[in-house]
């Protein structure tokens, strides 16, 4: 989809309600050289993801990001920037899914933490072995944030503002 074309309507004609995308976050996060990644079992198929999930009632983006970090990952982590904001329509199951993702520094490590259900394991990916394992991606968010970040883009995290 370009940015010109307009998303399928969320229900059956007439409906009044507003449509709402899934707000997910990412954490991209680097250290030695590779990639902080996760193998994560969708509908009986492992694919490959950045620690990411969805955002909670009354919760940053930012925070979100640390959260899900830890929870798929035992990785504490501190973000450091804003990579960017990605829109991806499923084509399996036609949902929105609007992904905020930060970069983020690896702090301390909890190998003992229980992980998220559905997360089979944390792994670290070299770009390459990333780009090479790209039919195991569970989005084409995956591989663009990745790049993104590789290619250096990175937005003050005051660009994500939280009006408490």
């Known amino acids: 989809m370009n940015t010109t074309e307009k998303a399928p309507p ?19 996060v680097l250290d030695a050289g590779r990639l902080l990644l996760v193998e994560e079992d969708v509908r009986g198929e492992v694919v ?3 620690p990411a999930g969805h955002l909670e009632p009354e919760e940053s983006l930012a925070d979100a990001m640390v959260r899900e970090c830890l929870e798929e990952t035992g990785w504490s ?16 199951t036609r949902r929105q899914y609007l ?7 690896p702090m301390d490590h ?9 997360i089979v394991r944390a792994l670290w990916l070299t ?13 084409p968010l995956v591989m663009r944030a990745a ?6 883009r990175s937005f003050p995290l005051s660009a994500a503002n939280w009006l408490a």
């Not at 992904?99 to 520094?105: D, G, I």
């Not at 909890?110 to 559905?118: C, R």
């Not at 072995?129 to 989005?139: A, G, M, Q, T």
């Open 10 to 28: 969320a229900g059956p004609a007439g409906e009044s309600e507003v449509y709402l995308p899934d707000v997910t976050v990412a954490a991209l």
């Open 77 to 92: 982590v501190e973000p450091t920037g804003l990579v960017g904001i990605y829109q991806w329509i499923d084509p399996h």
């Open 48 to 50: 490959i993801n950045q």
């Open 147 to 152: 790049q993104d970040f590789l290619d250096g």
């Open 127 to 139: 770009p390459e072995e990333l780009r090479r394992c790209s039919d195991r991606h569970r989005s």
């Open 99 to 105: 992904r905020v993702a930060f970069s983020a520094r």
């Open 110 to 118: 909890d190998p003992g933490a229980p992980l998220d259900a559905g």
